[in-house]
């Protein structure tokens, strides 16, 4: 079968890693990919929000199966685009309908749904530039720090905790009426600040039941200790050496079951990844987002300890057969390091050439933002270029092996913390 990967980053990396795998995958198209999935693959420059450029291409190179990485195509209808043509309608689509993907295209319908289904989550209210005033005096009422968040798509930067009241009332007024983050916080989700651990849980689901991927915890921050600026992800880890059994079965209780069956009564066509932001306050666990793809960097320590081919596991959700699927895991660790450009999140250059790549031993680079130049060489293309992925027999071990490897790679103003899993 040829399929067709969307996305261009480290998520679609690992994904395209893992789907050649396969022996059911007989040639992978990456739109547009990047200079680590090129490798692999073959990299097609379509964008994957032009759904009518996605159309001549599924039909021009007859795709079998499209596999959405990003979430910005899921926000505007890949699924329903595909399902609603009758030329591509019998081709599945990897990833929830446009409905489905509300539970990250808006953190307002999220909260309706948690709260909805009963699913523990953080109290809180949303509210718009006409109403600011109102949101203003109910940030008075709650104890700091005080937890903003813009509605819609904002690349991960859409969330601010503030320790002041007057600087969180300030924010508010930027989000709403000065739209700091554009139409994404014309609407604004105030919340309770939960204190406690996060961890990142992964399920599958083909919309009638559900497989349990391996958890993961990331590092959002850019400096050691997790401080400074939030970022789309520096390091992950997996397992999460906190989720014992007996917590995994209060998130597939409390959380999991009501969250697909949530969708089932909504009548809300979902068929891909959930995941599941969650912290982990005393011994109980709370949602604190839902996206509707794979996280990133966490695939990159997720997809490594799938043992099970991945091509089976999307053409079972694309039948509604999951449930007679086995998930095989892999039993080590898994850490992975990212490797980012000078000035990330904030400015930074491009066009940085990579060295070291033919040097790494017993670890995986997962490419993220590179591409090719015109000479051939691979270059760096994002503010977050390489993630470095090692397994090992402890968290330990596998983180030490990815910062030996990250020893071979070189960058100009390249730069990493040095302190992913420091508080395992």
């Not at 073959?42 to 599924?58: E, G, I, L, R, S």
């Not at 530039?129 to 109910?138: I, Q």
């Amino acid at each position: 079968m040829k399929i067709l990967l969307l996305g261009s980053g480290g998520r679609e990396h690992a994904l395209a890693w893992k789907m050649v795998q396969s022996p059911k995958c007989t040639s992978l198209f990456v739109a547009p990919g990047n200079a680590g999935t090129a490798s692999i693959a073959t990299n097609a420059a379509v964008n994957p929000n032009d759904f009518n450029a996605v159309k001549d291409f599924v039909l021009a190179q007859n795709i079998g199966m499209v596999v959405v990485g990003p979430e910005d195509p899921l926000v505007n209808g890949i699924y329903d685009f595909f399902k609603n043509d009758a030329q591509l309608a019998n081709i599945p689509v990897i990833g929830p309908s446009e409905h489905g993907a509300q539970l990250e295209g808006s953190k307002e319908f999220a909260k309706k749904f948690l709260v909805k289904n009963n699913i523990p989550t953080a109290a809180y209210d949303s509210f718009t530039k006409d109403t600011v005033a109102e949101g203003c005096k109910f940030l008075a009422t709650l104890q700091p720090p005080y937890v903003l968040k813009a509605d819609g798509l904002a690349a991960g930067k859409g969330v601010l905790i503030i320790q002041d009241l007057q600087e969180a009332q300030q924010e508010l007024r930027n989000m709403l009426v000065d739209a700091k983050f554009g139409d994404a916080s014309a609407k604004v989700v105030i919340e309770e600040f939960l204190d406690g651990i996060e961890l990142s849980c992964f399920v599958l689901t083909d919309g009638k039941s559900y497989k349990i991927l391996p958890t993961a915890k990331d590092y959002k921050r850019i400096g050691e200790g997790d401080t400074g600026l939030n970022t789309g992800g520096m390091g992950a880890v997996s397992p999460v050496p906190f989720a014992d059994d007996a917590f995994m079965q209060k998130i597939e209780e409390r959380i999991v079951k009501p969250t697909i069956q949530g969708l089932q009564n909504d009548g809300i066509a979902y068929k891909g990844f959930v995941f599941i932001g969650l912290i982990k306050v005393g011994d109980d666990p709370f949602v604190i987002e839902y996206n509707v793809r794979m996280g990133d960097p966490e695939t990159e320590v997720v997809l490594p300890r799938l043992k099970s081919d991945i091509v089976t596991l999307f053409e079972a959700l694309a039948n509604q057969t999951l449930s007679k699927t086995t998930l095989e895991i892999d039993n080590r660790t898994a850490a992975t390091i990212m490797l980012v450009s000078g000035g990330y999140p904030e400015g930074y250059e491009k066009g940085k050439v990579i060295t070291g790549l033919d040097t790494i031993t017993d670890s995986i680079v997962f490419h993220a933002g590179t591409k090719q130049n015109n000479d051939g060489a691979v270059v760096t293309n994002g503010g977050r270029v390489l993630a470095v992925t090692s397994y090992g027999n402890s968290w330990d071990e596998a983180i030490k092996k990815s910062y030996q490897n990250i020893e071979k790679l070189h960058f100009d103003k390249m730069y990493c913390r040095k302190d992913i899993g420091f508080d395992l």
